[in-house]
């Protein structure tokens, strides 16, 4: 029997087809449940990085040790200063020694919310003034409701309860 080349290549075509078609249908899979498995521990270095949304470290005046560093964390809830502290202290090595080695900063304040601008920045410059402990020359810079709401949260928990001086 002889086939014409055009009903031979249909043939064909079905034939290459067919297979491909009857593994698209829907399987059932999976019947039993799935048990995903997480090699982090709760709690630990990765819910800390998660947890924090922005971090701001500004520079004040310190009469211990020259420059200290204040750090604004910006992390939603169950966030702790503490557990901050204990994720430095195992990211650091305790033994260096070298100026390269970056130091773990001298206050650290873990808040709901920066401040920011209009265009979404963070007021860096409020926050510089709260490291410095000089909340009474903020109130100028705050340009809305929300924003001095913000940073009236801020202030109440701030860390630098120092005296302010001049260098």
């Known amino acids: 029997m002889l086939l014409p080349r055009r009903r031979f290549l249909h043939l064909a075509g079905a034939a290459a087809v067919f297979p491909a078609w009857s593994a698209a249908w829907a399987q059932s899979y999976p019947t ?60 650091t090595s305790p033994n260096a020694t070298s100026k390269s080695t970056p130091r773990p900063p001298e206050h650290l304040q873990v808040i709901e919310a920066l401040p920011r601008g209009a265009s979404g920045e963070v007021r860096s410059e409020i926050l510089q003034l709260v490291a410095m402990n000089q909340v009474d020359l903020i109130d100028p810079l705050i340009a809305s409701e929300q924003e001095r709401a913000v940073v009236a949260r801020i202030v109440a928990t701030r860390r630098n309860l120092r005296d302010r001086f001049a260098f």
Not at 37 to 66: L, Q, W
Not at 76 to 83: I, K, N, V
């Open 32 to 91: 039993r449940p799935i048990r995903w498995i997480i090699s982090f521990a709760a709690g630990g270095a990765n819910d800390i990085v998660t947890a924090a949304r922005e971090t701001v470290v500004v520079a004040f005046p310190d009469r211990r040790v020259g420059t200290g560093l204040y750090a604004f964390v910006e992390a939603s809830l169950g966030l702790t200063e503490d557990s901050l502290r204990e994720f430095i202290a195992a990211e």
